[in-house]
């Protein structure tokens, strides 16, 4: 069993676009009209056959306050993996990105969380 897609729920699919791949560095890789809302789904470059990223819409009625729930907490909706979180965190910090929480060494792993403008924070990790 592998990972063949997640999501994360956004409040706006072409926002959410915009800033996962034009920041975040994420490629387009599905994009089907689906009436008011798209399949729309994004690739690290690194593994573009890898598992996807459902940019999912958060219109359900128990999606927004959960998600409220964990940005209120600064619980982070999803880790993304990096080599070096320093460098990512600079890398982003100089694109506008809001970080709630700067790069932490814990044990053998660093992490950060930014806020990715669809209302969720995000973790960023590297071993």
């Given at each position: 069993?592998?990972?063949?897609?997640?999501?994360?729920?956004?409040?706006?699919?072409?926002?959410?676009?915009?800033?996962?791949?034009?920041?975040?560095?994420?490629?387009?890789?599905?994009?089907?009209?689906?009436?008011?809302?798209?399949?729309?789904?994004?690739?690290?470059?690194?593994?573009?056959?890898?598992?996807?990223?459902?940019?999912?819409?958060?219109?359900?009625?128990?999606?927004?306050?959960?998600?409220?729930?964990?940005?209120?907490?600064?619980?982070?909706?999803?880790?993304?993996?990096?080599?070096?979180?320093?460098?990512?965190?600079?890398?982003?910090?100089?694109?506008?990105v809001r970080f709630t929480q700067e790069p932490l060494r814990m044990g053998p792993v660093t992490t950060a969380v930014f806020d990715d403008t669809c209302g969720n924070l995000i973790q960023?990790?590297?071993?």
């Amino acid at each position: 069993m592998k990972v063949y897609i997640t999501s994360v729920f956004v409040d706006d699919q072409a926002k959410a676009l915009q800033f996962y791949t034009e920041v975040l560095g994420f490629e387009k890789k599905e994009d089907v009209p689906l009436g008011e809302a798209r399949w729309l789904t994004v690739t690290s470059p690194q593994q573009p056959e890898g598992p996807e990223l459902l940019l999912e819409p958060d219109s359900h009625p128990a999606v927004r306050p959960f998600k409220d729930a964990l940005v209120a907490d600064g619980i982070p909706f999803a880790s993304f993996a990096v080599d070096d979180v320093a460098a990512e965190f600079r890398r982003l910090t100089d694109l506008g990105v809001r970080f709630t929480q700067e790069p932490l060494r814990m044990g053998p792993v660093t992490t950060a969380v930014f806020d990715d403008t669809c209302g969720n924070l995000i973790q960023l990790a590297a071993q």
